[in-house]
């Protein structure tokens, strides 16, 4: 473990650590935070005292991603989420900008260190220590990305070792001659690497590499997306959930359970996503504790996830998400009344070790929304097998088309498949 004495917490001394940690950060952002202090005075909570128990946190205000975009555009470049003067920060990153328009995030050297140790628990949850030597194959720039990664190795007292300005042939050549032990990208991309290995008669399984972790997309905690990594590359792959807004806030362990949520960090909440009530399968909600210079108090992140109801045979003690994120509850996609999510999708195609790649589009029928799965195929008799694995596991038909080989395309970040028409 990373922490021991923290991740085997039991649930009252772990709750009176959060309530500590949120109650001393609450004082600061009421004294010199402006979007909080606003915020929350327009809820009715002008003092610490307001906020005296766990049910006065819970009347607090939530908090969406327009409502950062929206201040950022009224109070250009940053907004006004900052607690302390702009001399202070030293770290600037900003979202993908993949389900809407970007935001800009500061850190101060404080937060950065928390973000890096944050990435302490991702790292060590794998197996992950010194003595490895772990290859980030990430092009370093304003997104995020594996940035806070890149820094949690060195926590870990691993060796980092950085893929930004190469090709994947490239990089796949550096994984080989500097002997890396890790890989952490996209699951996307860990398959498109697969790819080119396979192309250029390389094999992956005899290098000593042999822990993948994986982020930006919950496609590594899909069985068959897991599957398909773990075989192309003869290594565990692991699944690690984190937001450049919010921070890295759940790994795996070894027994692959579902994500621990880094509960002495954040504060967790799944709830409704119509109603807002406590729910154990709805939208997660997260307060983090240690990024008091840019923080957010009890975000909807607009991700679909389910509370495990037993403990994890690891002797941890966060609380985990089954299946991980189990996708976007705004790619949801509504087809003859039938509510479909990619990544559901995504867990069938990934089946036909055929299917190298795929894309979704969405179009109008009419008045009716419907989709079209795009597969990578030479022959229409493999659509037919994919189109017909899809009823079975959807309950529901959709159309199913072959493209050319290698027509489709490939990502070194977040991956795009939907396409609407």
Not at 338 to 344: D, L, Q, R, S
Not at 389 to 405: C, N
Request: include cysteine.
């Amino acid at each position: 473990m990373f922490d021991r004495a923290l991740e085997t917490l039991g649930p009252e001394p772990l709750r009176d650590h959060q309530w500590r940690r949120f109650r001393a950060m609450a004082g600061e952002l009421l004294a010199s935070n402006p979007f909080v202090a606003r915020k929350w005075r327009a809820a009715g909570v002008s003092s610490v005292d307001d906020i005296r128990a766990w049910d006065d946190f819970r009347r607090l205000p939530f908090t969406r991603k327009s409502e950062f975009v929206d201040d950022q555009a009224a109070h250009p470049p940053f907004g006004t989420n900052l607690t302390y003067p702009l001399e202070r920060y030293v770290r600037v990153h900003q979202t993908s900008g993949t389900s809407g328009a970007p935001i800009r995030w500061l850190d101060t050297q404080e937060s950065w260190e928390w973000w890096a140790r944050c990435w302490g628990f991702v790292l060590r949850g794998a197996g992950v220590g010194p003595g490895d030597r772990v290859f980030f194959p990430f092009s370093f720039g304003l997104f995020i990305g594996f940035w806070a990664g890149f820094e949690g190795a060195r926590v870990l007292g691993a060796l980092a070792i950085p893929g930004g300005g190469q090709d994947s042939p490239t990089r796949l050549a550096w994984i080989e001659t500097l002997g890396a032990t890790v890989l952490v990208c996209t699951p996307s991309y860990a398959l498109h690497l697969a790819e080119i290995a396979r192309a250029r008669s390389i094999d992956l399984v005899k290098l000593p590499l042999r822990t993948t972790i994986h982020a930006g997309e919950p496609g590594a905690g899909i069985p068959a997306v897991r599957a398909r990594i773990e075989e192309g590359w003869g290594a565990r792959a692991f699944d690690h959930a984190g937001m450049t807004e919010m921070g890295a806030y759940g790994y795996e362990c070894a027994e692959q359970a579902g994500l621990h949520l880094i509960e002495s960090e954040f504060i967790t909440e799944v709830v409704d996503p119509a109603t807002g009530a406590p729910a154990r399968d709805g939208e997660l909600v997260l307060t983090n504790l240690g990024r008091v210079g840019s923080p957010i108090v009890r975000y909807r992140t607009g991700d679909h996830v389910r509370l495990a109801g037993t403990p994890c045979a690891c002797g941890r003690t966060f609380r985990r998400l089954e299946g991980g994120v189990l996708g976007r509850l705004d790619d949801m996609l509504i087809v003859r009344g039938v509510n479909v999510f990619p990544t559901a999708i995504e867990g069938i195609v990934r089946r036909f070790a055929d299917v190298d790649e795929f894309q979704i589009e969405v179009f109008r029928a009419g008045e009716l929304e419907e989709i079209r799965v795009l597969v990578e195929l030479e022959d229409a008799a493999g659509a037919s097998r994919v189109q017909e694995a899809l009823r079975a596991g959807l309950g529901i038909r959709l159309e199913v088309a072959t493209v050319p080989l290698r027509s489709l395309p490939r990502y070194e970040l977040k991956a795009r498949r939907i396409v609407r028409k």
